[in-house]
């Protein structure tokens, strides 16, 4: 549950607030905004963000993650879902990125607005420098401590890697 302090906080603070260590703390920052996430087969999609009168946290969301997938996916899904919640709250008043999201038809442009800030939110640069700086310098020593995909960090630094 949200404390008043994080409820006087930015989403820009609080999520700044749990990328200061690998991994950035993802479920930390969903219940900081208010969000509860929960994992049920909602396969074919890797998640969702719902008004969700029953899960949902102080905000009245929850974000709910494909249980079947892998940590690293769910935690991109995650990250995803919580940049929804901030970036697109004017469609999330109208109710239109939730049954839109439901039927998979969400435009590329909110889809590729929440990828980047998912991105920056799971693998902020300041923290890939000191990792680097502490000597992990492999894609695959990087995607470990940010419990990433390697494809996602080789997205990040702009590199053409495929798991």
């Known amino acids: 549950m949200a404390t008043l302090l994080e409820v006087q906080e930015t989403a820009g603070q609080i999520i700044e607030r749990y990328q200061q260590s690998a991994?950035?703390?993802?479920?930390?920052?969903?219940?900081?905004?208010?969000?509860?996430?929960?994992?049920?087969?909602?396969?074919?999609?890797?998640?969702?963000?719902?008004?969700?009168?029953?899960?949902?946290?102080?905000?009245?969301?929850?974000?709910?993650?494909?249980?079947?997938?892998?940590?690293?996916?769910?935690?991109f899904t995650i990250a995803h879902e919580i940049a929804h919640f901030i970036l697109h709250a004017d469609q999330l008043a109208k109710g239109d990125i939730e049954e839109t999201?439901?039927?998979?038809?969400?435009?590329?442009?909110?889809?590729?607005?929440?990828?980047?800030?998912?991105?920056?939110?799971?693998?902020?640069?300041?923290?890939?420098?000191?990792?680097?700086?502490?000597?992990?310098?492999?894609?695959e020593d990087l995607a470990t401590a940010l419990q990433v995909s390697k494809t996602a960090i080789g997205i990040r630094l702009g590199a053409s890697y495929v798991d």
């Open 23 to 75: 991994p950035v703390d993802v479920l930390s920052i969903a219940e900081a905004l208010g969000l509860t996430v929960w994992e049920d087969d909602i396969n074919p999609y890797s998640g969702k963000l719902k008004r969700d009168t029953l899960h949902g946290g102080v905000s009245g969301y929850s974000v709910i993650v494909n249980e079947s997938e892998p940590l690293p996916r769910k935690r």
């Open 101 to 139: 999201l439901y039927r998979g038809g969400l435009s590329d442009q909110l889809e590729t607005e929440a990828n980047k800030l998912a991105a920056d939110i799971l693998m902020p640069l300041s923290l890939i420098e000191k990792l680097v700086r502490d000597g992990l310098v492999t894609i």
